[in-house]
Structure formats: C-alpha cells, structure tokens
C-alpha cells in the first residue's frame, strides 16, 4: 500500500512525499481512509509507530475545506506534555507546508499575549495542554463550539498525570456532532469508559496488541546490588560495553531527585550527559531535547514525565536505571528506541527488591525479559544492604568517604552528620566514585560547568514554573495540586526534599575555615 491509496489530497501527499515517506504505517494505514470519512476512531498503538501523522495527515486534507474564525478554532488536539504539543506543531508545519494554515499552540510556560495573538486571528489548528487551554477559556480568549475535528492523543498519558477530568470538561463544551480521534498506547478501564462516553462509533484500529513492546527492540534485565553507587556502577560498566554500538542513549529514573543526582555523576565521570526533568522550565528543556536530538549530546537523563512521547528518531539504547514502578512506563520508556522499525536495544537495571515490578512487566509484555549476564541468585548484598538499622554511631566509615557521598548526592546540607542509613555508604564503595576518565579538555570542563550551571539556575526556577506532575499544566498562574489522584499517579511528587534540597541558599555553601 501507498500513501496514495489512502485517500490524501495532493497537497498533503506531496508535502508526505518530500518528508521521504514511502510507505504509510500499520497505524497510518488503518486510520487514515476512516478519518478522512470523518469518522471517530479509537487507535490504540504505541509510541513510534507513527500515530502522530496518522491524524495529522487526514485533519490537513479535511482543513483545506472552510475557514477559521477570531476565537474559534476549527480543530483541537489535546496533548499531555508541552514537549508533545510542540511536537506535534511540528509535525502540521512539516506536512502542512502546502497550507496556509493559523496554528496556534497553547502550552504553559510561555506568555498568553503571543497565545492570544494566534487565537484572535483565528486558528485552523489548536495543540494545547488541557490546563493552559481552560485557563485561556476561562478569561475569555477562546470558543470551543466551532471545533469539527477534536484528537485526544496518549489519552493513557493524561490519566497519568490526572488530566482526565479536565479532558471530561473539554469533550462537553464541544459540539457533540465533531469528529474525534483518540489514541492510548494501553487501555486501563478508565480510559475504556472515556472512550464509551466521548466517541460514537469509533473504528478501532489497533496496531498491535495493547501495550506490546516493539520486537525490533533488545531487551534485557542487569542485576546490581540495591545501593546507589552499586547502581551507578552497573550503568557506567554497561554504557562502557556498549560504547561501541551506542549512538545515544535515554537512561530513565523513576524520581527527578535521581535525575539530577545520576546526571552529577555522570558528568563526574566525564559521559556526555544532560538531563530531563520536570522542574526544569520550559526553555531549558527543550534546549536540552534539541541538543539531544542534534547528537549535542549523547546522553540524556531523564525522568518519564519529562520524556513520555517524545519523538527522537534513531535512540539506539534506553537504559532503565531504575525498573519503573508502573509497567506500562517500561513499554513507554523502552518505546524510544526501536522506533519505525530500526533496531534498538535496552537495558533495565534490576536489583533484589525490584522482583515484584519486573513480574509485573513481564505480565504486562507478555514475555520473559532474558537477563544480560546472570540473573539476581548471584548478586552477592552489599555491605551494609538488609543491615541498615545495625549501623550505628560507632559503624566503621572510611575518611573521605563522607565528601564523596554528598558531593554525590547534590550537595546535600552540609550540617548534616549522618548519612541516612539508606544512603550509608559501605567502607569498601569510596573506589567506586574514581572518576573513570582524568583527561578532560578545557573546552569539556567549560561545557560541563555550563551544564551544571544550567541545572542549578533551572532548579531555582522551578517555583515559577511548576512541573506538569505536580500542577497539571495549568500551574503557570496558579499552582494546586490533584489530591483526588491516587497516589499511584504522583510518582513525581514523592520525591521528598531532604533539608534544602537543590533550594538550598549560596551562604550555606561556603566552605568554613577552621
Ligand atoms: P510517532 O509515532 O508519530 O511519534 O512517529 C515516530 C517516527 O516515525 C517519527 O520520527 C516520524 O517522523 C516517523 N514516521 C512517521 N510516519 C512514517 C512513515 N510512514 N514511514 C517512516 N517513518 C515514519
């Protein structure tokens, strides 16, 4: 089949065409001829397969018919994170460049005056995140009764992040005769019942089974001890085996805190490293992505708010530092290498206590994932792992150690005398943070003090600019919290701030003399 056969007006398959697509997609193809009938679709696929331009491609053609009004945008695409919406921007400018189309992309983070600008010229196509777009209505801005064609995309993404009631809010103030295409990479039976109460009809295109992983991918489990420096070790001892075939690297942790401390290290060690998390404001991430997809940098850190859906092409490795506690995270995560048939490999690092997580992905795929070199029975404990509560006071620490560990862990208050015993270092682990490569040009040190500046100035943003996780979108102007999500939806709000956190003033910094 040929992007042709589908349907397409000459103008979308031309702009398809110059994009260097031959052939449409599993999804492309499934979806495209029933949306361009205007029917509602459900399609569930997971990221990479190509489901952005399997809605993209059928609203162009149908955009070319009719103009927009001030306020009344004609279509609505509905998008979890400000990194997607700008993604899919993109995607209406690449094949959209035979249109004269208004696009207007309303996302936090970034002023209303420019947003509202784009809305009362009258948009064609408006990408928004669901807390920017109800604030926009909310003053006034913005009218969702001439919307024709409305797209919920990564719906799963949305229930995630406790989008779902403002999707609710959304689908009822557009008139029930649109046109709506839904997508879910997983259908958890809160996503079911949306569908049952906000589609009529739907065709169901499912590209592969819910929540599959893509067989182009590698997978693999590594057993390490629990600690983080053991962790931390298996990682570079990984990434170093596979220097040879890595291009770019996404290495996934379950909390932000162990993003930045993760990143420190690397950068320690001397790996080309940025990191991706959802207290960073908006510029600075997608500086980073950009810098990420330009091959700027060979690894990046990132946690899976910050990274869901993201669309690098041609990531050849994903390493899971942390085994995701939700399975469909790990689908999602390992999502981002092997994508539109390229090969891809990743790497889950696993320890004694992740058992229960791995079953559950296991259970989730489908498949046992084969382990890379021996599975948990041999990972002999670390000293001090299950005897926690034995180290007292008088528990032999050896001198420097104490340094090494706080630098580590991001400078943490430097009143503080004991390391928690979950962070109690082993007398043995101080070889272990030896950087592994001394050479570093001057050029390096500079870009690696400017990435470490970047973080820092990115951390004291943060309360201007709060994370999606936290304040669903809408968190620009006025920050609250969902506490009716379960908790299992706040991943990202647990990671409990210890004495300053990254917050902590410059005074405290300055080393004493004695
Ligand atoms: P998506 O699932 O929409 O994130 O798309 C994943 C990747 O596949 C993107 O880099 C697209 O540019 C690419 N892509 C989309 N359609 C095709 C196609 N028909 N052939 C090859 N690559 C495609």
Redesign the pocket.
């Known amino acids: 089949m040929t992007f042709s056969d589908l349907g397409l007006s000459p103008k979308v398959l031309s702009a398809v065409t110059d994009a260097g697509?031959t052939?449409?997609?599993p999804i492309?193809a499934g979806a495209i001829p029933h949306a361009l009938l205007g029917k509602d679709i459900l399609g569930i696929a997971q990221?990479?397969?190509?489901?952005?331009?399997s809605f993209v491609l059928p609203m162009l053609t149908r955009l070319e018919k009719g103009r927009a009004r001030a306020r009344m945008p004609r279509t609505l695409i509905l998008e979890p994170t400000r990194e997607l919406a700008a993604q899919v921007e993109e995607n209406f400018i690449r094949y959209g460049k035979n249109h004269k189309l208004n696009i207007a992309l309303l996302i936090g983070g970034v002023s209303f005056d420019e947003q509202d600008k784009k809305l009362e010229r009258g948009a064609d196509v408006l990408i928004a995140t669901p807390g920017r777009l109800l604030d926009h209505r909310e003053r006034g801005k913005l009218l969702l009764n001439g919307v024709e064609i409305l797209v919920i995309d990564e719906a799963d993404r949305m229930l995630d992040m406790g989008f779902i009631p403002d999707i609710e809010r959304i689908c009822e103030m557009i008139p029930f005769t649109r046109q709506t295409l839904f997508f879910s990479a997983t259908m958890p039976p809160e996503i079911t019942k949306l569908t049952e109460k906000f589609l009529h009809a739907p065709v169901r295109v499912e590209v592969s089974k819910a929540a599959s992983t893509a067989t182009s991918i590698i997978q693999r489990l590594v057993k390490s001890g629990s600690k983080p420096w053991d962790k931390r070790e298996t990682l570079r001892n990984l990434m170093k085996a596979e220097d040879a075939e890595l291009k770019n690297a996404i290495i996934f942790c379950n909390r932000k805190v162990e993003v930045s401390e993760l990143f420190r290290s690397l950068l320690k060690y001397d790996f080309d490293a940025g990191a991706l998390h959802g207290d960073m404001d908006q510029r600075a991430r997608m500086q980073m992505l950009a810098n990420f997809r330009d091959g700027k940098l060979r690894y990046l850190v990132a946690s899976d708010v910050a990274a869901r859906g993201l669309?690098i092409?041609d990531v050849s490795h994903v390493f899971n530092y942390d085994v995701p506690i939700h399975a469909e995270d790990y689908v999602h995560r390992i999502g981002r290498t092997g994508?539109?048939g390229r090969s891809g490999k990743s790497f889950t690092i696993a320890t004694k206590s992740d058992t229960k997580y791995i079953d559950a992905i296991e259970r989730l795929i489908g498949n046992k994932i084969e382990w890379h070199d021996g599975d948990l029975s041999t990972v002999v404990a670390s000293e001090g792992e299950d005897e926690a509560p034995r180290r007292g006071r008088g528990a032999p620490r050896r001198a420097g150690r104490k340094d090494e560990d706080r630098k580590d862990k991001g400078e943490r208050k430097p009143r503080e005398r004991h390391a928690k015993p979950s962070e109690a270092a082993p007398p043995e682990a101080a070889h272990d943070e030896q950087p592994v490569a001394a050479e570093a040009t001057v050029a390096d040190i500079g870009e690696r003090r400017a990435r470490k500046e970047a973080i820092r100035s990115e951390n004291t943003e943060r309360k201007a600019d709060r994370n999606e996780s936290r304040t669903p979108e809408r968190g620009d102007s006025r920050p609250q919290r969902d506490t009716n999500r379960p908790a299992r939806h706040r991943q990202e709000d647990n990671d409990a701030t210890v004495g300053f956190g990254d917050d902590m003033p410059a005074f405290m910094r300055i080393v004493a003399k004695v």
Request: glycine share 12%; no cysteine.
């Open positions: 697509y052939q449409p997609t492309q990221t990479g397969t190509g489901k952005t331009a669309d092409p994508r539109a």
